[in-house]
């Protein structure tokens, strides 16, 4: 069955200790991607990856970091997590859009999400 | 700078038809997507308009004026599954994705 799975599902932790999401998908895509949802804001893109090696930031990197170091996975890392982090965030791989760069965005297949707080 | 606007929540009834808008300005355009999210749930994928005009799949359809910066996506023959939140995202020049804050659609009976 083609998934993004991400673990843990649901986590709480304190602030300053240093934490991993991880993310993996089964459908050889080139894209990912990580967001956050937080109410009202919709969702806002933390980094995304076109490929093997390449990370990008998107709207909110701050206090993220991420790694690409192979295809299927790409984990989110909070090295020193504050309360401002608390979120439910989002995986993502994406097919290519037709006509475009091969790894560019099209349908993304989305995870389950974590919800994350920080106390 | 980037901005995308959807109305915050719209009401409808069950059986009638919906437009839920979508106005944009962004730094380059690579294509404009809406993707459903029902509460509690993540995104699932429901268009991609990259030219303009009509898009019709079953029930939905996604309209796009990129001279005008907007989009619509209408759901006809409501149903009560279609209560969920709407969003709409725009790819830039960079192929980088600009969402909305999504519009949440409530189906009266």
């Known amino acids: 069955e083609a998934q993004v799975t991400q673990n843990p599902r649901y986590l709480i932790t304190v602030t300053g200790k240093k934490l991993t999401v991880t993310c993996s998908q089964n459908?050889?895509?080139?894209?990912m991607s990580w967001y956050r949802q937080d109410p009202g804001l919709g969702l806002r893109q933390i980094y995304y990856s076109m490929n093997v090696e390449v990370t990008d930031k998107g709207d909110v990197p701050e206090g993220y970091k991420v790694s690409r170091k192979e295809k299927r996975n790409f984990p989110l890392i909070l090295e020193s997590p504050s309360p401002n982090q608390t979120s439910l965030y989002f995986c993502a791989s994406s097919s290519p859009t037709p006509g475009t760069p091969q790894s560019a965005p099209y349908e993304q297949y989305f995870g389950p999400g974590t919800r994350l707080t920080v106390t | 700078g980037q901005n995308i606007d959807q109305p915050t929540e719209m009401t409808a009834t069950e059986g009638a038809i919906v437009q839920i808008n979508c106005t944009y300005q962004?730094?380059?355009?690579?294509?404009l997507f809406w993707y459903q999210q029902h509460a509690g749930e993540a995104p699932t994928f429901l268009s991609y308009?990259?030219l303009d005009g009509l898009e019709e799949k079953g029930r939905l359809s996604s309209f796009l004026s990129r001279s005008k910066g907007y989009s619509y996506l209408l759901l006809k023959e409501l149903q009560m599954k279609d209560s969920a939140s709407y969003l709409c995202?725009?790819?830039?020049?960079?192929?980088?994705?600009?969402w909305g804050a999504g519009t949440k659609l409530i189906i009266k009976p």
């Open positions: 962004t730094s380059g355009f690579n294509g």
């Open positions: 995202a725009i790819m830039d020049s960079n192929y980088q994705l600009i």
């Open positions: 308009n990259v």
């Open positions: 459908m050889n895509h080139e894209y």
